[in-house]
Structure formats: C-alpha cells, structure tokens
C-alpha cells in the first residue's frame, strides 16, 4: 500500500497512508485519485471496489441452519489466505470479512462448503446487498414451505395407516409405508443430508449431523425389518421428525426475514435517481451513476439523492432521520447536506461529495448490519457448546447400543434403543420450539408498537439496569406544537394566531403548519393573503390589510422593524429550549408565537416507574444541549447526552457497557437505527 494516500469524501481533510476508518464520521476511506484532492471512485460502483481489494467486506449467506452451520463458514473464511478475521451470524445470514483478498475469493470459500454466497446487486442503494438478501430469503421461506407441506401430505396418511387396525401390517402394507416415506425422507429430508456431507467434509458436526443419523436409523432400521428381519417399523417416525423440522426450517426463515427489517427500511430511504448537470444540459439520471464531483440539482419537496456540499441556493432541511433535530435545518452555500434527507422549501444545487457506499446512509447501513453481525461472549460460548454437543450425543448413542447388547443381548432392543437417544437429541427444540417462541414474543410486541430485535434481546430484558431513551419521538411527539402565545399593545392571544395563520394557511415548512393547525384547533377562520413568500433562513411575507411578518429576527431586521419590546420575552422562550416566532403587522411587533417538540402525555409517568424499577434513565438525542436539558427536566431525567450524531450515538451505548451497565435503548427513528443493535 506504500505510495497511496486515503482520504474521507465528507472530511478531505483527513489523509492517511492505510486504508481504514475516518476518525471523524467512521466512513471508509477511499484511495485518492492524484492531482485531485478527492476520492477515485467515483460512482455507486466504485463504493463496492473499496472493499473488495482491502478492508471489510459484509457477504449475504443462505442455507444456514443453526451455530454450527456458521463455524463451519468461518472456518473456510479463515483459511482462506489473505483474510484477517471473519464472523459469520447465523441470524442475520452474513459474513462479516476483515480481508487484504479479493471478495471473489471469499464467495469461493462460502461455496466451497456447501452454502451459497449471495451475488449483490451492483447499485448505490444495495451495496451491500440487501435487495439480494430480501430476494433469497423469500425464496428460502417459499423452498421451506414447500418441502415441509409435502413431507406434512405424506406423513399424514403415513401415520393413519401405522396406527389404525384397518392397515395389516403385512408385506405389500409395508411397501406401500416405504413408497410413501421415501419421498419425505430424500426429497423433503434432502437439505439435512446435504449438509450433513458439507459438514463432514469441514469437520464440523452440526445439528445436521444428528438430524441425518436420527431420521436414518430410523428408516433404515424400518427398510431392514421389511425385507430381511422381523421387528416394529419406524416409517412414521422417520416421516414425522423431517415434517417437524422442516416446519421449524420454515419458520426460522420467517424470523431472519424480520432480523433483516431494519436494514431493508434504511435502504429504501435512498432516492432513486438525481438530475445532474453534464456537458451544461440538466438531465436524470440513476442514483447509481452519479459520481463524485457531479453537479446535482435538488428542487423544493425533493429528497437530496447523495452527500455534498451546497454550491448554490438557499433552502431547509428536514434532518431528523440523521440527527434527531425535530426543526429543519437551514442550508446555504458551503454547508454540507446528507443524502436522504429531504429539501423542505427552497432549490439547491450541490456538488456530490460522496455516493453509493460512502455516504452517511450506507454507514449507518454498515454499521447497523455489523452491530448485528457481532457475537456477545454468551453467544460465542454457545457456539463453542453445540460443537461437542453433536459428538457427545453420538457417544451417548454408541454406549446406549452396547449397553443394552451387554445387559440383554437382544440386537433389535439395543438398536431401538441407540435410535431412540439419536431420535430425542434431535434438535426440534433448537429448531421448532425456539423461534416458535421468538416470533411470538417479537409478534405481540410488534402489536403494541414495540419492535424486538430477537431472542436475545428478550433473553436479556431480565438483567436490564439502564435505559437509554431517545428525545425525538420517542419521549417528544416528533412534530412541533404551538406552546405559547405572547400578545403587545392591543392586540390579544387569538389576534395574534389568527395574523400569523391567515399568512402561514399555505405554508409547508413544519412551523408554519403548527400555527395553522393550532388556529384551527381554535376554530379561527382563515382568508387567503396575498404575495405569499418564503424566505429560507428568514421567515415568510404575506399581504392581508397589510404586509405579515413571521419569522426571526433577521427577518425583522432586515425591514426595519424593532425589537426592542420583544427581547426579553424572546431570550426567555429560547432559554426553554423552544423555537420563538415573531409576528409583525403593517412593520410592528403585535406578538411572539412559540413552538416547540412536546413531551407525549405519559412520558413523565413511564419515567417515574423506570426510576421505580431502580433503573438508571439516560435521554440520547442528535438535538442541541439546550433544548435537551428544557425537555429533560420536565420529566425528571438527569443523565443526558446531546448533540450526539448517529455513528457516536453507538459509542454512547458501549461507554456505558463498558461501565457494566445492561442497556436498553429504545428510539424510533432511522437516526437510531446503529445504537438499536
């Protein structure tokens, strides 16, 4: 790598001579093109070659079935020369890669053992890979459905017949058993086998393993005692065993499709196509083609299609899904915008600073789809259990055998025996029972609006002693009210709202839309003003008996109308940690409308009972530290973290793991999506 210089496409002042991480916004760095100053890459495309020759690399995987399935992955990935390290999450269905390789050669190694490395769509919005995930995993549910309706078909008639004295269980009786359970066994049971072979090949005894031998015995012990030697039949058990679990198959992959929820909603945010300026003509183009340097032009009501920096126009910007701001935020030339958020008012045009897989977006993609990939210690001594469980069980069979040929000598009652032990180890607790119980507790839970992440975190809930609670919708309504109107001179309450709603009627800024809706929620009538105009940064005009004001103090500076009765009452609003409007009429003060993110009505209450349950109570939101600490206080919070950006809000939550806290993070927006896992 000597030679080379890396750099942040949102900080290029950040230079490094290794490929890695900005310190700044955890971003990959990109190699930079010489005589540029910027990134090489310069497309959707390029995000995927900045990690295939060196870095990490996060690989969709189907077929897997249980821990051990993963070790077996790992294992391969590991031996594959020029990779560093390797973690496969058998919940998520990822490979997650620290390699100095080529990621075909990892593919290679994910194949090698029997399981399929998903091919990812090349486009800036699913670079890694979501959209081939989604589409694998439905296909899995469908497989598994399948396989396990025909095995339910057969055995059904299987077991009938087995169990009614209407069946003799005479030889032609017996070969009609055996034509019915050989499809259940080698077609339906098919997948078991496969992975049995994989797994021996890698020497890693999986769940498999004892599944194959368990539903072998069985049907070969039941093959034998039909053509060769006198004793029960075990047709029915060999049928019923693949029925359950490709049913537990069936709804194992249910629960990773709704694992995968999060990331799939994250990667829809992402707009589709951008209008760009080349050889001086405006023309639309997909997300995937704008490249780094490109000129993109975003129009009112637009979302801003990649990261850049402002080279013209003046607008505000809804940024509540990055920072948790509840107020859109103003953007004028030099500032920087983030892709995915939406332009409230004016136009802008940027200069595209970093697309496809270095943007904000696909870093909080990252780094929730690697939060998830990551294995907790009870997780990973688990993992080490089931690989001697496998073994042992077999152990246990073998002595079972001899014990009972030692003690009765009997072969049909020792081998019954042996396949009982093989048939109860069988995993159908691992396979049925538990994300049996895991779509359901996530189920009603999703019912009462509370989204689960797994059993894990279920399993965990019990050992809880902190709660990290995010401010914007979670505590707050996430939308702006009006909280306080301050009337001057003649003028009362109601006459103030109504000249600030009759300009704001047709307003789309969200402040605006809280003063309508509030003179509307006081059965004001509203006519139509006149010469409506947005200001971005500033405020509005309008005409109605005269010239309306509402906005800032800029606002009112730049007409020339002074402040001087308002000041007071202004500094104390803001104090509060609320948005102060001012309303002006014919160029004079009449009064200040305040608005702020209210607290939802039973947040005070749930804090109480936190604190109750002897549960430390932290508030983490992206707002500023005054507005964090007003709102905090009229609930009774003391422990806050403000200002904190998406990729650091993640580094709050293991600050305080570190300290031997057991959190709890509850959020409801895409801004939290990385702490949430």
């Known amino acids: 790598m000597s030679g080379k210089t890396y750099t942040c496409p ?33 497309s959707g495309h390029g995000a995927r070659s900045a990690e295939q020759g060196a870095g990490k690399s996060v690989i969709s995987v189907s077929g897997m079935h249980c821990a051990s399935c993963a070790q077996t992955i790992e294992r391969a990935l590991k031996k594959t020369p020029g990779v560093k390290g390797a973690n496969v999450n058998f919940a998520t269905g990822k490979a997650y890669v620290e390699h100095e ?48 309706l025909l095995a339910l078909v057969l055995s059904i008639p299987i077991v009938i017949l087995t169990f009614t004295d209407l069946f003799v269980t005479g030889f032609s009786e017996l070969l009609v058993l055996l034509a019915l359970t050989i499809p259940v066994q080698f077609i339906a049971g098919w997948q078991f086998y496969r992975n049995t072979f994989y797994s021996l090949r890698y020497r890693n005894l999986n769940m498999d393993v004892l599944v194959s031998l368990g539903i072998s015995a069985a049907f070969v012990y039941s093959v034998l005692s039909t053509f060769f030697i006198k004793g029960f039949v075990f047709y029915e058990t060999s049928a019923l065993l693949v029925t359950f679990l490709t049913f537990g198959r069936f709804l194992e992959a249910r629960t990773r499709g709704k694992t995968s929820e999060a990331v799939k909603k994250l990667v829809k945010l992402q707009a589709k196509t951008a209008r760009v300026i080349r050889g001086g003509k405006e023309q639309e183009i997909p997300i995937e083609d704008v490249k780094v340097g490109d000129i993109v032009l975003i129009k009112p009501g637009e979302k801003i299609p990649v990261d850049g920096l402002v ?24 500032d920087k915008v983030v892709g995915a958020t939406m332009n409230k008012h004016g136009s802008l045009t940027i200069k595209a600073t970093a697309v496809g897989g270095n943007t904000v977006l696909a870093s909080i993609i990252k780094m ?8 907790p210690p009870i997780q990973k001594a688990a993992d080490r259990i089931v690989s001697y469980f496998v073994p042992v069980v077999i152990l246990i069979s073998i002595v079972t055998f001899a014990g009972w040929m030692l003690l009765f000598g ?34 009603r839970g999703a019912e009462h609006g509370i989204l689960i992440k797994g059993g894990e975190a279920l399993e965990k809930v019990g050992k809880l002693n902190a709660i990290v609670l995010d401010k914007t919708g979670t505590l707050t309504k996430g939308k702006p009210e009006v909280t306080d109107i301050i009337a001057f001179g003649k003028y009362k ?27 509307l929620e006081k059965k004001i009538k509203l006519a139509d003003a ?36 308002s000041e007071s009452k202004l500094q104390a609003l803001e104090k509060a940690g609320k948005t102060a409007m001012i309303v002006a009429f014919k160029r004079k003060i009449v009064g200040v409308i305040a608005v702020a993110d209210t607290l939802k009505e039973n947040a005070a209450l ?50 305080l793991q570190r300290k031997g806290r057991v959190v709890a993070m509850v959020g409801d927006g895409i801004n939290d999506a990385p702490a949430l896992t």
């Open 10 to 42: 949102m900080h290029p002042e950040v230079r490094r001579n290794k490929l890695g991480l900005c310190p700044k916004c955890g971003m990959y760095l990109v190699e930079m093109a010489h005589g540029t100053g910027r990134g090489a890459q310069g």
């Open 101 to 148: 390789t080529d990621e075909e050669a990892l593919r290679k190694a994910i194949n090698s053992t029997g399981y399929k490395a998903l091919e990812e769509k090349a486009e800036g919005h699913k670079h890694h890979g979501a959209g081939a995930a989604e589409g694998n995993n439905l296909e899995e549910i469908k497989y598994q459905f399948r396989v396990f």
């Open 311 to 334: 080279v013209k126009g003046l607008s505000s910007v809804d940024e509540s899904m990055i920072s948790g701001e509840s107020i859109p935020v103003e953007k004028k030339v030099g």
């Open 368 to 375: 929730v789809e690697e939060a998830q990939g990551s294995k």
């Open 410 to 443: 009997n072969f049909v009652s020792a081998l019954t025996a042996a396949i009982a032990v093989l048939v109860i180890a069988c995993p159908c607790a691992i396979g049925l029972a538990t994300p049996t119980a895991i779509m359901v507790g996530t189920g």
């Open 493 to 519: 309450e109601l006459d103030v709202l109504k000249i600030a709603a009759i300009a704001e009627k047709h307003s789309e800024h969200p402040l605006g839309e809280s003063i309508a809706a509030k003179a």
């Open 530 to 565: 006149k010469n409506f105009k947005t200001i971005p940064g500033f405020g509005i005009i309008a005409h109605y008996g005269g010239e309306i004001l509402v906005g800032n103090r800029k606002l009112m500076q730049k007409h020339k109308v002074s402040l001087a009765d």
């Open 606 to 655: 749930v804090i109480r009972e936190l604190k109750a349950k002897k549960l430390e109570v932290y508030m983490l939101t992206g707002d500023n530290e005054r507005v964090a600490r007003a709102i905090a206080s009229q609930i009774g919070i003391n422990n806050i973290f403000a200002e904190v950006l998406p990729e650091d809000k993640v580094q709050k939550i293991k600050e």
